[in-house]
């Protein structure tokens, strides 16, 4: 069985000993990257300084929702991801040897994307990695931030093969993961719950006919007390999650005899397999207070965390990239005022609460605390197969999707009677129009304006999907409807038949011209 081999990437001078560069992404992850990226494609010049020379090791985040594949197909990299990785809308549950229920993530059809797509991490930073490279991003590599002064211009201390280098940034953008540097620099911490429960992460190397599912057991008879999570990923790897309690010493625990028992008593005494990649964790649900800090941002795990069940951690990150680069290209080049950029916070604050209470939520009822609580998920789960209203108590990740911005500053609240779905805030959904998909055709560079049969208004770009039932369904559109969406995808605002004023109204409010 062969391993990943990972790429050397070569590193580049900046040339001199003090330089300077309009905006500074640190950390080269699949956020920082796809910043990059987002910012490349707006025509903004952008510096990314990591302080490796390769990918992540190990297969990190693995599951990528739709939401994701959705931003990554703007970004000009899904169909590399797709094409390497395992795509999948369904999961089970099961408690002990018994399956609960299953479930189908995706069940409407005409959706240019899965639910999900599994792929190591490293594959999809190789993927941004090439992207960012033919845009023309500079990224840095063997660039490790030392020191950063936010004094005036913030102002960064490099050591890099050539010495130390200063940095001068109008703009500086802390993707540099949960250890971040820039959030130790500035003396920042979290606030939040830390887990004290440990789990084992072991990437095996096999071949199994295991359908290409999301697999969850409490309490399994191979694995009594605990839990255990699997899911299959691209180049025959499995990633295994077990469940090894508060008390379990972490360094016993990653010893290879110790994983293979565990994984012998899973898969069976005759199943072939190799140890790609073992990791024993606790995990936190926690958050800056604030994302913003001057010419300061942080994004992904610099600015939140949460515990792996429902796989929110790399999609939320990507999702802030979203909300982030649209913003800070309009302020770069004089299209909005810079307080847009308060709204980042205003939206990706409470996103980040929201995935905290979902990921605490499933902690709790994966590793209850007391005998009480341990009662009642195994009620639960008893319950679960044979009525539905247990279904909904059963808690092994609520999986990721794209957060709604109710509260959104940048918003215009409806004024025209409409179904809840897609209200102002939301991610805008997918539909096919003719013979292409509708997302590719909103946001991007611009503000666009979805239509259903309605005329133009102020100049805006727009699309016609009058002719799509299942766009007018998902819509709840009728003839004359509208949709202004942002450059993310998000919609702004909607109306059964806007005037020019309402639409000028509301694209100025969407880009802070106006409150």
Not at 161 to 178: F, K, R, Y
Request: charged share 25%; net charge negative; with cysteine.
């Amino acid at each position: 069985m062969g391993r990943y081999q990972p790429p050397i990437y070569v590193y580049r001078s900046l040339g001199a000993s003090r330089v300077g560069r309009r905006v500074v992404v640190v950390g080269a992850g699949p956020v920082g990257l796809a910043l990059a990226i987002d910012l490349r494609l707006r025509g903004i010049d952008v510096a990314l300084i990591d302080e490796d020379d390769t990918v992540s090791t190990g297969s990190r985040a693995i599951c990528w929702a739709k939401r994701s594949l959705e931003i990554f197909d703007r970004l000009g990299v899904a169909r590399p991801i797709v094409e390497r990785g395992i795509t999948w809308n369904t999961g089970k549950v099961f408690h002990r040897d018994r399956l609960v229920y299953g479930f189908n993530l995706l069940p409407e059809t005409d959706h240019a994307f899965p639910a999900f797509v599994n792929l190591q991490q490293y594959h999809v930073e190789e993927a941004l990695v090439a992207r960012a490279d033919a845009l023309g991003a500079e990224v840095l590599w063997n660039h490790r931030l030392t020191g950063l002064d936010l004094r005036g211009q913030p102002t960064l201390t490099v050591d890099t093969p050539d010495g130390e280098v200063t940095i001068e940034a109008d703009w500086v953008l802390a993707c540099d993961g949960a250890k971040s540097q820039v959030r130790r620099l500035m003396g920042l911490d979290f606030r939040g719950q830390v887990f004290e429960d440990r789990f084992l992460i072991a990437d095996v190397h096999m071949q199994a006919e295991f359908p290409t599912e999301r697999w969850f057991w409490f309490d399994p008879p191979f694995h009594p007390g605990g839990s255990a999570l699997l899911h299959r990923q691209a180049d025959d790897i499995w990633r295994i999650d077990l469940q090894l309690g508060r008390d379990a010493d972490p360094v016993e625990e990653r010893k290879p005899e110790r994983v293979v028992s565990r994984l012998r008593a899973m898969l069976g005494p005759d199943r072939r397999f190799e140890l790609a990649w073992v990791s024993v964790y606790t995990f936190q649900c926690r958050r800056l207070e604030r994302f913003r800090h001057g010419r300061v941002f942080f994004l992904g795990d610099a600015a939140h965390q949460v515990s792996p069940f429902g796989a929110r951690g790399g999609n939320s990150g990507i999702q802030d990239a979203d909300n982030l680069g649209w913003k800070l290209a309009l302020v770069l080049k004089g299209a909005a005022p810079e307080h847009l950029l308060d709204s980042y916070d205003a939206e990706r604050g409470p996103a980040a609460d929201e995935n905290i209470l979902h990921s605490t939520r499933s902690t709790d009822f994966i590793t209850p605390r007391s005998e009480a609580s341990r009662r009642f998920r195994d009620a639960a789960l008893s319950l679960a197969g044979d009525h539905g209203f247990a279904r909904a108590l059963v808690n092994s990740g609520r999986l990721s999707v794209a957060s709604v911005y109710r509260n959104s500053p940048l918003s215009t609240p409806d004024v025209d009677a409409f179904p809840e779905r897609l209200c102002p805030g939301s991610a805008a959904a997918d539909a096919r129009v003719g013979d292409e998909w509708l997302l590719p055709r909103l946001g991007g560079d611009d503000f666009t304006l979805l239509r259903f049969g309605s005329e133009d208004s102020e100049g805006i770009p727009s699309v016609d999907a009058l002719g799509s039932s299942v766009a007018r369904d998902r819509y709840g559109a009728e003839s004359g409807t509208a949709y202004l969406i942002r450059p993310d995808q998000h919609v702004a605002a909607r109306w059964r038949r806007p005037t020019r004023e309402q639409v000028a109204d509301a694209l100025a409010r969407a880009t802070a011209r106006v409150s």
